[in-house]
T-cell receptor
Framework: DQQVKQNSPSLSVQEGRISILNCDYTNSMFDYFLWYKKYPAEGPTFLISISSIKDKNEDGRFTVFLNKSAKHLSLHIVPSQPGDSAVYFCAASAWGSQGNLIFGKGTKLSVKP | EAQVTQNPRYLITVTGKKLTVTCSQNMNHEYMSWYRQDPGLGLRQIYYSMNVEVTDKGDVPEGYKVSRKEKRNFPLILESPSPNQTSLYFC?????????????FGSGTQLSVL
């Protein structure tokens, strides 16, 4: 059973507009969430994270929102730039899980000029 | 430069021929892990290591072995590769356990088993 779900395999956005990537989870024990970005032929790189004690974390153009009651988080990119075109993975972990980070399947974002 | 280095980047082999994918990090990280990425399945953890001589299974450990004799190295061993192990493999490390620590990933190894 998939514990971290990214239901949109792809998303296309116009440059300058907002990109919203969504992620749902089923395990109520998850207490830390991360977003990774992956370009072709490269490994994933850490983008932003949020602890379950918060509902929002912001870093420049990137903001992650966490809705614990809905078991849902989202990544907002404002404004979107062509260089943001990549695959974005949502990941989650539970304290005491011995380091097992559970990843979603990823969403491919295309930002068109 | 802080990095996780995997070798080789590309590997084509035949069924049953033992192979090793190397992984090395220069950040003095305690935690290291191997993932495989398959189309439609995302990243799945194979094995991880909390420190030297401490390893444990991830979600998809069958057909793989690992060792952690030194802090910086965490090789992935396929004793008898099979076609279903054709995949893109990533090694990753973090300072401590990988839960709420951000992971640093290598550039990946594309393995094809014929």
């Amino acid at each position: 059973d998939q514990q971290v779900k990214q239901n949109s395999p792809s998303l296309s956005v116009q440059e300058g507009r907002i990109s919203i990537l969504n992620c749902d989870y089923t395990n109520s024990m998850f207490d830390y969430f991360l977003w990774y970005k992956k370009y072709p032929a490269e490994g994933p790189t850490f983008l932003i994270s949020i602890s379950s004690i918060k509902d929002k974390n912001e870093d420049g153009r990137f903001t992650v929102f966490l809705n614990k009651s809905a078991k849902h988080l989202s990544l907002h990119i404002v404004p979107s730039q062509p260089g943001d075109s990549a695959v974005y993975f949502c990941a989650a972990s539970a304290w005491g899980s011995q380091g097992n980070l559970i990843f979603g399947k990823g969403t491919k974002l295309s930002v068109k000029p | 430069e802080a990095q996780v280095t995997q070798n080789p980047r590309y590997l084509i082999t035949v069924t049953g021929k033992k192979l090793t994918v190397t992984c090395s990090q220069n950040m003095n990280h305690e935690y290291m892990s191997w993932y495989r990425q398959d189309p439609g399945l995302g990243l799945r953890q194979i094995y991880y290591s909390m420190n030297v001589e401490v390893t444990d299974k991830g979600d998809v450990p069958e057909g793989y072995k690992v060792s952690r004799k030194e802090k910086r190295n965490f090789p992935l061993i396929l004793e008898s590769p099979s076609p279903n192990q054709t995949s893109l493999y990533f090694c990753a490390s973090s300072l401590f356990r990988g839960g709420n620590e951000k992971l640093f990933f290598g550039s990946g190894t594309q393995l094809s088993v014929l």
